[in-house]
């Protein structure tokens, strides 16, 4: 069987590093064998000591996309990608004006099994590696969701605190499983498995929507 490959998108300080490891850790935790792929372009600011110029966003998208295709032939049942060559063409577009790379990064996102864009609820962080503020964030939200619904290509938005989100993929991974990994789950249980505005380019309905069934579920 083919792994499932779940792929977390958002800008900088948008929570997805911290999802992906939860991710892993509990699924693996719950008898489903999971594998993280780092997001790349962190790990190539942190060995050159820079950002990457235009020229080079090409390649360490290319790299991603072939770390997470790796990763898929390991044998996991699931792999966790802490980002995909789609983000990296968003900061392309953003940083440098250059789209050549959203099309073949948005073909590749397409294959993945679940995308999960991060919320802006959370509050924006500096880590001390070239990060460029929440406007930056908010920009690559915008370009996420722009593409992503020009190719009618489905993604989930989670929203709330850490334990919040890892439940809602826990959630969505156990729909492609086909086996509930959350505890007496209405909506696993009434077989959808995800919001009903995942499409939704409104971060302020989804977010209202989100509170509301986290409020209903049952402790």
């Known amino acids: 069987m083919a792994a499932i490959t779940v792929a977390l998108l958002g800008g900088e300080s948008s929570g997805k590093t911290t999802l992906g490891l939860a991710l892993t850790q509990q699924l693996n935790a719950l008898g489903v064998s999971a594998t993280l792929v780092p997001e790349h372009l962190r790990a190539w600011c942190e060995r050159e000591g820079r950002a990457p110029l235009a020229h080079e966003q ?3 998208a290319n790299e991603q996309s ?3 295709d790796a990763a898929a032939r390991t044998g996991a049942q699931v792999v966790v990608a802490d980002t995909t060559a789609l983000v990296v063409a968003a900061y ?3 940083v440098f004006n250059d789209r050549s790379l ?3 990064s948005l073909e590749v996102q397409q294959r993945y099994s679940l995308t999960l864009l991060m919320g ?3 509050p ?3 880590d001390g590696l070239f990060r460029d503020g929440p406007g930056m964030r908010t920009d690559i939200d915008a370009v996420l969701r722009r593409e992503l619904q020009s ?4 993604f989930q938005t989670v929203y ?3 334990e919040a989100r890892l439940q809602h993929a826990l959630r969505a991974v156990g729909v492609l499983l086909g086996r509930p990994l959350v505890a007496h789950d209405p909506m696993l249980e009434a077989g959808t498995g995800r919001w009903t505005c995942e499409n939704c380019s409104d971060p302020d309905c989804e977010r209202r929507l989100f509170s509301g069934l986290v409020s209903q579920r049952p402790a």
């Open 58 to 60: 090409a390649a360490i």
């Open 66 to 68: 072939r770390q997470i």
């Open 124 to 126: 924006w962080q500096a």
């Open 120 to 122: 802006l609820d959370l």
């Open 160 to 162: 709330g605190s850490a």
């Open 102 to 104: 959203l099309p073949d």
């Open 151 to 154: 190719a009618d290509a489905p």
């Open 92 to 94: 392309s577009e953003r």
